[in-house]
């Protein structure tokens, strides 16, 4: 099983474990050193202190000093509902960013196919250039 698919399928464990009914969605990236890290976003009251479903990966990533090298987030409406590949958002593309242009984030396409592409090409004016510094 290819890296991708380990990801998509240990996304899709987490969500029907946190989220047996209704909505739900998860995050997993893989590590340099092959360690597959999942998170969830935070239950919040105010939706001004929501974080992406990604952020407890990354946070756990720098904590353990291991970069990321590819990120996937899904969600599905509810029990009965497909998985849906979600891109990253633009404060999480450059949050990879961090670890470089070639971590590799699964994109939403119309076929909601797993597809991967590196940070590079969804950040290709990145503001970095100014300093001389390329993804």
Known sequence: MNIETLLYHAAVELIEKRYPQGWGG???VMTA???ILT???PDTKNDALALCMEVGAYLEAHKLNDP???SLCIYRDDETSEFKVLSPCG???ERLAH???AVLAAVSN???RLVFKPIRELLPCHWEAVNGNNL
């Open 39 to 41: 998170s969830v976003a």
């Open 91 to 93: 404060i999480c593309r």
């Open 26 to 28: 998860a995050a997993t």
């Open 33 to 35: 050193s092959g360690a």
């Open 68 to 70: 990321v090298t590819h």
């Open 99 to 101: 670890w470089g242009g």
């Open 110 to 112: 119309p076929e909601n």
